[in-house]
């Protein structure tokens, strides 16, 4: 199955360390970013895991769930967890799918088809695909994707960065330059005329070419992300 930007993102059921879940249902009315790995016990990836939980906090505040996944099981992921806590200082504070059989991994074509029906036996090299990261809004679209290559370790500041515009434009007729932060000029989308945008952002903009309007960041945004829906 091929996934894009704007596909569906596919349901499932699935054991996690936190219990069986069906994806849709534990998402509810949350944006989500669902993050895979490589493999458990290993050392980027216990880098990873060890950072993104010390976000948490900044992921809730977006209305935002997380949640992991690699091909070992529950009881792996268990017991992996007291490493990335001892050497990383942070306490995993999300569900980690287990997926053994490879289900998970195939339906969201991180890894192909013809990749077997198990994980028993495989390594990391074998796993190499997966270390992706989807965000998924509340109408369970999804809005971004980002593969890493099993070498490097994933910028999670850049995930949240990413998630920050993926919110702001759902909200906002507004897309978000090279290297945007939170509170930084936007630009007014194209298909936005100049007529409606004198409605939307009465303040003005400037406008170095007709094709490029820059406006200052609507303000209503990030003081109100607990309860930010797709418009």
């Known amino acids: 199955m091929s996934?894009?930007?704007?596909?569906?993102?596919?349901?499932?059921?699935a054991e996690t360390t936190e219990g069986k879940i069906d994806f849709?249902?534990?998402?509810g009315d949350s944006w989500v970013v669902l993050f895979s790995h490589p493999k458990d016990f290993t050392p980027v990836c216990t880098t990873e895991l060890g950072y993104v939980a010390g976000l948490k906090s900044a992921f809730d505040d977006r209305n935002c769930q997380i949640i992991g996944l690699s091909v070992d099981p529950v009881e792996n992921h268990k017991?992996?967890?007291?490493?990335?806590?001892?050497?990383?200082?942070?306490?995993?504070?999300f569900p980690m799918i287990g997926d053994p059989e490879l289900k998970i991994a195939k339906l969201y074509d991180m890894l192909p088809e013809t990749e077997g029906s198990t994980s028993e036996g495989r390594t990391a090299v074998d796993n190499a695909t997966v270390r992706s990261v989807f965000i998924i809004g509340p109408d369970k679209k999804i809005k971004a994707m980002i593969t890493y290559p099993m070498s490097t370790g994933r910028n999670f500041?850049?995930?949240?960065?990413l998630l920050d515009s993926c919110q702001l434009t759902a909200k906002h007729q507004v897309a978000t330059p090279a290297n945007w932060l939170n509170g930084d000029d936007?630009?007014?989308?194209?298909?936005v005329n100049d007529e409606d945008a004198k409605n939307k952002f009465p303040e003005g903009w400037k406008a170095p070419k007709p094709y490029l309007r820059i406006v200052k960041q609507p303000k209503d945004w990030f003081n109100n992300l607990k309860t930010l829906t797709l418009a």
């Open 24 to 27: 849709y249902d534990w998402a």
């Open 3 to 13: 996934l894009r930007i704007n596909s569906d993102a596919p349901n499932f059921e």
């Open 186 to 191: 936007v630009i007014i989308v194209p298909a």
């Open 157 to 161: 500041d850049e995930v949240l960065r």
């Open 79 to 93: 017991e992996w967890a007291i490493d990335i806590e001892e050497t990383q200082g942070n306490r995993v504070n």
